[in-house]
């Protein structure tokens, strides 16, 4: 049973037409990119990479690299789907509002899919306010933030405003997530936690208006909502009965509050510093907790020990078994880290230890908690970002930015994320060494890396 549904009329849900493959051109020379402009089939779609190979991402169906390059959103499980965002203006043919715009690109086929497309299929330009956040396992559904109201997306619309959207990759249908800010007394956004693998539901975090008290210090006008949109539904859940986020009347916003949906859609976990006496949690410090979407009723995570300060949870594993948490010194083996969680037993793992002298710039962890890739400074300048891949059984590292032939990057990688299968990485780089490209190609482009071996058995 679903708790505290919107109505359905609160927003509105857009059929539009599907979206047209590029294809067509001749690739330049020297572009070792894969050039079949196939029928675009998302099923799951077995590897035709060998390991260590190398393709550019950031092209035109006909293999083109982008003029502009782009940023790594999201990569597919099977690792042959990439999510990103560019300004390039010949990924797709008539391309021509000179903005960022978010790009799904088949490896296997080569196609390019403009994602930000309204009813009409043309693009919603957004200059600042067009976010990539994700997309479903088999990339289906994409969940993005843009801009609407007006004319620009929705008509009739409510003001213009920022709104979590789904996009259907397949068919066009466009999904409003988010219910209109005037529905919702007291809040200014909405901020994007996580969607399920095959993109029926995603949870989000209805953030309240502040006031300004001086000396740099704002507190909430109303309390944080925690909400899930529930697509086959057409209905949001509003969990904000029993959850208490940090942000509330009169609080500051102190925790993370990230918000992860279970991939069976069951459950929403989020840390926060306010006690929820109902499930046992009267200790005045910040945990992990659970809620079900089904009922409200909440329960602490089964973090050992208790109530880690500053605990971020990250991910689910794809069976629903473990949580992946980001702890402080004071984690279970004293270690600040990433940690796979049991949530049955609490007992847990450390992925990926954080030194204080060379701590990862950011990570992503595969669907079973074998790999972790992440970025890391070069000890020698602290200037550039490297990428790595770690396997999270043995130890064991392998850099992620290299070329077929095992040569490292020469340039920085900014962007990255991992398959769910845990073989590849999709990156952002500016390294000209990665593969064989035309002259005068801009710099930074997107690639996907089929990584060295496959991750140890856990």
């Known amino acids: 049973m679903i708790a505290n549904p919107l109505p359905r009329s609160a927003w509105t849900v857009l059929a539009c037409a599907a979206l047209a493959a590029c294809g067509g051109g001749t690739p330049d020379a020297g572009d070792t990119v894969a050039t079949t402009a196939e029928a675009d089939g998302r099923a799951t779609i077995a590897s035709t990479a060998s390991p260590g190979a190398v393709r550019l991402a950031s092209a035109s169906a006909a293999g083109t690299p982008g003029d502009i390059g782009g940023q790594v959103c999201a990569i597919s499980a099977d690792g042959q789907q990439v999510l990103m965002r560019s300004a390039s203006s010949n990924l797709v043919p008539n391309d021509s509002n000179f903005q960022d715009d978010l790009f799904l690109k088949n490896l296997a086929t080569g196609a390019v899919t403009r994602v930000n497309t309204n009813a009409a299929g043309a693009a919603i330009v957004n200059r600042t306010g067009l976010l990539c956040h994700g997309m479903s396992q088999d990339g289906t559904w ?78 909430a006008n109303g309390p944080a909502l925690l909400m899930v949109y529930d697509r086959p539904q057409r209905q949001v859940v509003n969990l904000s009965t029993t959850v208490l986020l940090d942000a509330g009347p009169g609080l500051a916003s102190q925790a993370s509050n ?45 973090l050992p020990p208790q109530s880690p300060s500053n605990a971020v949870p990250q991910r689910f594993t794809a069976d629903g078994l473990r949580l992946v948490v980001e702890l402080p010194s004071d984690g279970p083996v004293g270690v600040s880290g990433v940690y796979a969680v049991t949530l049955a037993t609490g007992g847990s793992q450390l992925l990926l230890p954080f030194g204080q002298a060379n701590r990862p710039r950011a990570y992503d962890v595969d669907d079973t908690a074998s790999r972790v890739a ?67 190609t801009y710099p930074w482009q997107v690639y996907v890396k089929t990584l060295q071996g496959a991750p140890a058995a856990q």
């Open 374 to 440: 992440f970025l890391r400074f070069d000890p020698a300048t602290a200037q550039r970002q490297y990428a790595f891949v770690r396997d999270t059984a043995t130890g064991s590292e392998q850099r992620a930015d290299r070329s077929a032939t095992n040569v490292n990057g020469n340039g920085n990688t900014t962007t990255f994320a991992i398959a769910g299968n845990g073989q590849h990485v999709a990156l952002g780089s500016s390294s000209t060494n990665l593969l064989s490209l035309p002259r005068r």
């Open 258 to 302: 990230r918000v992860l949906i279970s991939p069976d859609g069951s459950d929403v976990a989020y840390d926060s510093r306010r006690d929820h006496p109902a499930a046992g949690d009267t200790n005045g410090q910040p945990d992990v907790l659970l809620v079900s979407v089904a009922t409200g009723a909440v329960r602490l995570a089964g």
């Open 142 to 219: 994409v969940a993005f933030t843009a801009s609407t109201g007006g004319s620009s997306l929705f008509q009739p619309g409510p003001e213009l405003e920022a709104s979590l959207l789904l996009k259907n990759t397949r068919t066009g249908e466009l999904l409003r997530v988010s219910p209109p800010r005037s529905s919702l007394p007291n809040i200014s956004s909405f901020t994007f936690g996580s969607m399920t693998p095959d993109g029926s539901r995603v949870a989000f975090i209805a953030q309240p208006t502040t006031t300004y008290l001086g000396f740099y210090t704002t507190v």
